[in-house]
């Protein structure tokens, strides 16, 4: 996720401090990986450098932290470009299972107890995360939602492959 | 042209739909086809009566005006009797010169002591009964059978026994055999019945074709959505579905075809009221046919197409209207009120009505009996409408019945139409039965036959008669007729006899031999009698006592003088008919019989008639039983297509079934909840059939100007009936539900 | 194995079945404890619903043993297996599983009236369920004219309403949308936690399996227990 084109999403709304821009974003979209300060400043200041944001005032009592900061509109189109464009979507072609699959295959070892491991630890993950949805507000639903989709994405996968592991088997030892 | 192509593509689905069309078709033929043979039979009856009466009409001897004997003439006499309650056709035959006419049926004139019999007859005397019957041929010798062009119908006993004493006074001297006389056709009471039965008979059927043709729609309905979804739109899967009604209906018109031509030739094996029929004589008429051909498969699609009224298929499914609305009373009962007023004007007058008015009478019965179908699901509507609770089976059907009460009401349809007809119908004849015995006033207590013995009988045939074997009395009169003096336009009837005859005849109380009493009161003390134009005379005696007349046991009033032989010689008067009653063992059902071959031996041209109320009752018994075997039939088939119905209804359900067993519903449970789904629709049927039934008979019942009165046994016999048939059918439902239950049902997709 | 085996409420062991020539189930084993919500997971036509009906005395195997409660389910005749599902089993099907003719409330009663409990009683019992399943305003309707994710949780609560053992969940959520299937879920499995019963969930979406505390594989007719084997 791109940091600085948040921060500028998150100032659109209203100028802040950047203790208040880390708090705001830790609350949103943080919430496994809170942000460091060392982070939060330096992508600051590489937006300030850039011109698409502006020191709105400082409070009394100096100190960088003490500077209040507002989008300019450079930053506004700039985030305009980012919400419109689409995010390219990852095509998971260099996949490590894939290659654990062909290995064990190659050295005789059961694929199969491979993938289902793989499989149970998958679902451990899934019964965790779909705990954590049902007790969670909404927006912790659809982060946790998020996961549990790309999750089922790769059981599915783990399906099929454990279902063509004959097939497999015979194009990669032959 | 598109229409047509739909059309053909419908009726090659019929034959070319898998085993599910296939099935589809077969039914729905097999019930068209069972409803076209009845209707093609029926179509025959009139052709087949008038092929009875043509040749009856050629075997009667030709009237005309007196013929002088000569080489071409042939002395005829009836000799009609009967054989256990059946009717046999009698004729002497006497020819009087080499060019006599033969009668039609006949090789050539049985000479004297010669007798020709019909096959049945044949058959009566190669039996174990022939000695019971052989003497009334005196011992005639059977010289050859009756042809089918001789006979009436197949089941007829009918001889023809030659004669060389035959006189011209007894018999009637024709020259050729065949009467134009236009036949007087069925009596108006007689053309109601008809009617009636008719009526009552072919409705079922017609409402059974009507069910026949929807066999199977689920799966039609199912491959019609498949039809939707590659593309076909709604007009194109409607012609479809109708080309392929069509088909299965004209194929069951020919199936009906081939039935009726199956069940033709067993015709001839079945007699109902004397009545038998040539199977070559069963030949319905061309227009008939013609309308049966064209108006099946028309009401097949007609059907079909009202049945698809509350069903939309979409591509991906069938979507039935819902059937929410509330059931409006008001047209419902204009139906059976229109009948009501096509009848009501004949209330009464329908002895004298022309013979237009059988349609009028076809058409208020039709709408009269078709009232209990549009009524009844209005009826189960609200009875069931408000019903909550009750056992989980009861509430299970209640609740189906609420939902949709028109699929269990198109079921009852048949059986409610079919026993509606046959109380109406039954009671009818009630009616008219009692009416029958009401008028002959004839009381089989005092004699069981009585024997007209024609002149040159003899004076002994009373003495000859009491001595047959089961006669417990006879007594007998000679009766004569006279002129009185002056008066030669007026006939007086002179019976003579002992006391105990003339008490039969008269309350002639303190009688004695000797004695002559009058109960005719044109005859005066005094008066002189002629007997015949030349013949002697005789005054009836000043002592002679004025008596009141008493009906005879046949329930005659004979009317005249009364002499015992004392007081008038018969001897004198030259040959007298006789009159005899006879009284017999009534544990001895053979006596009536012996009766007859004594009366025969007498003369051949005695006849006897057994005192008519027992007869009569026994004749309309018959028929009644008849047509309740008629009933039983049509309620059979309507039964058979209900249980298609219900079957199709379980299969439809049949998920929901395996589910509901599987959430561990008992087996019985469910079973009773088929149970009262089909028991409440079936008892709200036959309460509407009562009530149309029972308002059919009456006004029928009205039309003859017999008093009404409700026969209980006939209401209860007719419900009992459907009821049984009606438990026939769920006992049959009852193995596949079980198999339907099974869990398999869960593991549809 | 045989000491959880004997602490299980429910165990199916090395069931076999065949519907004609085809094998559905070929050595299926598994156990259920008290309480516990496990998931049959496994490719289509791969057996799973067999092993579900097996487990549930609806259909009795042609071999092995089906033991619930201590009592062996597969050597009970029709009527026994009957009233065991009707008092100690729930279930929910994918569709199809309401009388269409009855009320969402007489549905969810039906099971009790089964069991003679008295109708006024039923009835409020299950109306008690539908407020619990969040379908309280259905209660009057017919299934025909509710949702689809309303009528699978009337589903669910005539399940729950003789408060059973065990639950048998076929694909519950296979006819209902990622949202719909997700509320379904959420419920049954809240409720059935709440009730301490245990849930027999056939599934093959990991997202509803996930709802499990544990899953059971089934491949071909044969059953891996991965939790089991891993530990």
Redesign the interface.
Known sequence: MSIGQTFLGLLESSPRHGYDLKRAYDERFGRSRPLHFGQVYATLSRLLKNGLVEVDGVEPGGGPERKRYAITDAGVTDVSRWLAQPEKPEPYLQSTLYAKVVLALMTGRPAADLL??Q??E??RL??E??RRK?DGDLAEQLICDHA??H??AD??WL?LT??RLDDLAKEVTA | MRGLTDLLMGARLAFAGGRDGWTRTVLTAIGVGIGVAMLLLAAAVPAALDARTARGDARDPRGGQELAAGPATLLVAGADTEFRGVPVRGVVLRPEGLRAPVPPGLAALPRAGEVAVSPALRDVLESGDGPLFAPRLGGARVVGTIADEGLAGPRELAFYLGSDTLSGERAKRVDGFGTSVPSEGFGPVLMLLVVIIFVVLLLPIAVFLGAAVRFGGERRDRRMAAFRLVGADRRTTRRIAAGEAAAAALLGVAVGGVLFALGRQLVPLVTLWDLSVFAADVRPGRTAVLVITLAVPALAVVVSMVALRGVVFEPLGVVRRATGARRRLWWRLILPLLGLALLFPLFGNVRTATADSRYQVAAGAVLLLIGAVTLLPWLIDLVVRRMRGGAVPWQLAVRRLQVDSATSARLVNGIAVAVAGTIGLQMLFAGVQNEYRHDTGADPGRARAYVHVPPAGGIDAVARLAATPGVTRASGTLQADATPAGTPDRIVEVYIGDCAALAELAYVDGCGDGDVFVSNEEVAVGDRLSFGAQGPQWTVPVAARRVQVRLDPVGWTRRGVLATPAALDAGRLGPLTAGVYVRTDSTDPDAIERVRNAAAAVTPLAYVSEVSETEEARRFTNIRRGLYIGAVVTLLLVGASLLVGVLEQLRERRRLLAMLVAVGTRRGTLAWSVVWQTVVPVLLGLVLAVGFGLALGAALLRMVSVTISVSWDVVGLSVALAAAVMAAVTLLSLPPLWRLMRPDGLRTE | MSGRAERALLVADDLRKSFGATPALDGASMEVDAGEVVAVMGPSGSGKSTLLHCLAGIVPPDSGRVCYDGREVSRMGDAERSALRRSQFGFVFQFGQLVPELTCLENVALPLRLERTRRRVAERRAAEWLERLEVGDVAAKRPGEVSGGQGQRVAVARALVTAPKVIFADEPTGALDSRGGERVMRLLTAAARETRAAVVLVTHEARVAAYSDREVVVRDGRTRDLARAAS
């Open positions: 289902d491991s499989r149970a998958h679902l899934m019964r995360l779909t049902v549990l989709f999750l089922e059981l599915r399906e454990a279902a």
